[in-house]
Nanobody, 120 residues
Framework: QVQLVESGGGLVQPGGSLRLSCAAS????????MSWYRQAPGNQRELVAT???????NHADFVKGRFAISRDNAKNTVYLQMNSLKPEDTAVYYC??????????????WGQGTQVTVSS
């Protein structure tokens, strides 16, 4: 059984920083694309950033220059460094990963989400 667990969310003032983590655990053979999404109240879930197993990244325009996605393949963990946070960044942040298990079955997995609130 595979699961993703996010951590690192919280309350931060505008202009502040947070670092989110998402650790995958279980019967993992390999992990390909890992992503961060977010969903604000009343809004659809939106893609924030992606990173391939080789480290190639893409960031949504609304976070470019402020957020950075990275991963540690040895720890099966993806990170999201968030700087210069704005109130409009307030949302529940979710990680998603494409994972192949030891029986060579591939599935998409989501974490449970972590709340980020940017407010003075």
């Amino acid at each position: 059984q595979v699961q993703l667990v996010e951590s690192g969310g919280g309350l931060v003032q505008p202009g502040g920083s947070l670092r989110l983590s998402c650790a995958a655990s279980g019967s993992i053979f390999s992990i390909d694309l890992m992503s961060w999404y977010r969903q604000a109240p009343g809004n659809q879930r939106e893609l924030v950033a992606t990173i391939t197993s080789g480290g190639n990244t893409n960031h949504a325009d609304f976070v470019k220059g402020r957020f950075a996605i990275s991963r540690d393949n040895a720890k099966n963990t993806v990170y999201l460094q968030m700087n210069s946070l704005k109130p409009e960044d307030t949302a529940v942040y979710y990680c998603k990963a494409g994972i192949t298990d030891y029986e060579r079955r591939w599935s998409l997995y989501w974490g449970q989400g972590t709340q980020v609130t940017v407010s003075s």
